[in-house]
């Protein structure tokens, strides 16, 4: 279900001038689960490739885990899962992120939720001192959604000036797939192969997840 997250009062808007980041959060409250060390975003110092600020995702210590990754099985000797994401801000238009929650707690309820928009730095270029502005809402966050691609639900990041919250069980699955998305939404095509405890084949019957309830709007 969707829900909000609490957040301080309306900024000025973001621009495609404007560095940002945005954290997602995962938690499985059933076993006490939770995931917060995960961030995607753009930087001028960042490519749609490999760079400095994305960070590889240590596999799980135990075989009681609950992680967010972004998987990238098509960068060559650096291929794996990542715990940071960032793109350069010429995609403002249009962009797009793959992550996936995996968790040990396969037939658990998971809730995944985001917290920003939290701006870097203000000037073209990073030529200034990076300043950082923590939860801003504005007309860019409306231009962003998530999808299940294990169900196809498209869901928006913000509703009414309020961050939303997804709720969805993992259904005998490992491994949930999602999309974090700016601009035009397209219809995605789940991964052809991820680690499951039920058939890949069996997706039709993979239940949707359900929208929290909405927060405190902002002031």
């Given at each position: 279900?969707?829900?909000t997250n609490a957040f301080a009062e309306k900024k000025e808007s973001t621009t495609v001038e404007?560095?940002?980041?945005?954290?997602?959060?995962?938690?499985?409250?059933?076993?006490?689960m939770r995931d917060r060390g995960n961030v995607l975003g753009q930087l001028y110092d960042s490519?749609?490739?490999?760079?400095?600020?994305?960070?590889?995702?240590?596999?799980?210590?135990?075989?009681?885990?609950?992680?967010?990754?972004?998987?990238?099985?098509?960068?060559?000797?650096?291929?794996?899962?990542?715990?940071?994401?960032?793109?350069?801000?010429?995609?403002?238009?249009?962009?797009?992120?793959?992550?996936?929650?995996?968790?040990?707690?396969?037939?658990?309820?998971?809730?995944?939720?985001?917290?920003?928009?939290?701006?870097?730095?203000?000037?073209?270029?990073?030529?200034?001192?990076?300043?950082?502005?923590?939860?801003?809402?504005?007309?860019?966050?409306?231009?962003?959604?998530?999808?299940d691609t294990a169900t196809g639900e498209k869901m928006p990041v913000v509703v009414d000036g309020?961050?939303?919250?997804?709720?969805?069980?993992?259904?005998?699955?490992?491994?949930?797939?999602?999309?974090?998305?700016?601009?035009?939404?397209?219809?995605?095509?789940?991964?052809?192969?991820?680690?499951?405890?039920?058939?890949?084949?069996?997706?039709?019957?993979?239940?949707?997840?359900?929208?929290?309830?909405?927060?405190?709007?902002?002031?």
């Amino acid at each position: 279900m969707l829900g909000t997250n609490a957040f301080a009062e309306k900024k000025e808007s973001t621009t495609v001038e404007q560095e940002w980041y945005m954290r997602l959060i995962a938690e499985v409250p059933s076993e006490q689960m939770r995931d917060r060390g995960n961030v995607l975003g753009q930087l001028y110092d960042s490519s749609a490739g490999k760079d400095s600020h994305d960070l590889i995702e240590l596999a799980p210590f135990g075989e009681i885990y609950l992680t967010i990754v972004f998987p990238h099985p098509e960068w060559g000797d650096d291929a794996g899962d990542y715990s940071s994401d960032y793109h350069h801000p010429d995609a403002y238009n249009e962009d797009e992120w793959i992550f996936q929650v995996k968790t040990s707690a396969t037939n658990s309820d998971v809730t995944l939720r985001w917290e920003g928009l939290n701006v870097v730095s203000t000037s073209w270029g990073g030529k200034k001192p990076k300043k950082k502005e923590e939860l801003v809402i504005d007309s860019f966050l409306e231009r962003m959604w998530v999808e299940d691609t294990a169900t196809g639900e498209k869901m928006p990041v913000v509703v009414d000036g309020k961050l939303q919250t997804y709720t969805f069980n993992m259904n005998g699955s490992n491994v949930r797939e999602f999309r974090w998305g700016i601009g035009t939404y397209t219809k995605h095509v789940p991964s052809a192969v991820i680690e499951t405890k039920k058939p890949v084949e069996l997706i039709e019957s993979v239940k949707p997840g359900k929208l929290g309830k909405p927060g405190k709007p902002i002031k």
